[in-house]
T-cell receptor
Framework: EAAVTQSPRSKVAVTGGKVTLSCHQT?????MYWYRQDTGHGLRLIHY???????EKGDIPDGYKASRPSQENFSLILELASLSQTAVYFC?????????????FGPGTRLTVL | QQKVQQSPESLIVPEGGMASLNCTSS?????YFWWYRQHSGKSPKMLM?????GEKEEGRFTVHLNKASLHTSLHIRDSQPSDSALYLC?????????????FGRGTRLQVYA
């Protein structure tokens, strides 16, 4: 089964501070995604990437940056954390061959901004 | 406006009962539907996918798709307490970046013994 890991698993940040969430996958998947989950909102796509050194905006990119330095690693960066960014963040990856592809999710990072 | 709408928001069924969950896309260009299950405190995991009109069965789980109405439903027979979870429906288009999904807000299922 696909393995996606995230770090840290939880974090408390101060308003205005910088936060970096990291994601690592060991399955040779080309596609990686960052979602946030809030109660009552399901999952919403923030950024995604289909090749190293390139990222694309998802549905809610404002306030977030992303970085894909290698195929295995994908980071989400909050330059100036705000209270509204308190949420659970999930990273996911998927393959790029053979048709519509299942996404494999990491365990999530619970971010609390105070 | 939520492009993928799920109903009901929550559902309580007895152990051994049937649970029926619904999902509709307001985007007429979607091609694929997915059902993910998320247990409390865990990450979502794909349960079933359906891309063609009709029905697909895997064990106690059956999914239906009507592409004309862009409606899919998930049915769980002989429900078990371990089925208690948040069920997320997602849709995608073949013209999008492969794998890019739009999720609904989910149906929270509780199965009581």
């Amino acid at each position: 089964e696909a393995a996606v890991t995230q770090s840290p698993r939880s974090k408390v940040a101060v308003t205005g501070g910088k936060v970096t969430l990291s994601c690592h996958q060991t399955n040779n998947h080309d596609y990686m995604y960052w979602y946030r989950q809030d109660t009552g909102h399901g999952l919403r796509l923030i950024h995604y990437s289909y090749v190293a050194d390139s990222t694309e905006k998802g549905d809610i990119p404002d306030g977030y940056k992303a970085s894909r330095p290698s195929q295995e690693n994908f980071s989400l960066i909050l330059e100036l954390a705000s209270l509204s960014q308190t949420a659970v963040y999930f990273c996911a990856s998927s393959d790029a061959t053979g048709g519509p592809y299942e996404q494999y999710f990491g365990p999530g990072t619970r971010l609390t901004v105070l | 406006q939520q492009k993928v709408q799920q109903s009901p928001e929550s559902l309580i069924v007895p152990e051994g009962g049937m649970a029926s969950l619904n999902c509709t896309s307001s985007d007429r260009n979607v091609d694929y539907f997915w059902w993910y299950r998320q247990h409390s405190g865990k990450s979502p995991k794909m349960l079933m996918s359906i891309f063609s009109n009709g029905e697909k069965e895997e064990g106690r789980f059956t999914v239906h798709l009507n592409k004309a109405s862009l409606h899919t439903s998930l049915h769980i027979r002989d429900s078990q307490p371990s089925d208690s979870a948040l069920y997320l429906c997602a849709a995608s288009k073949w013209t999008q970046v492969v794998g890019q999904l739009t999720f609904g807000r989910g149906t929270r299922l509780q199965v009581y013994a």
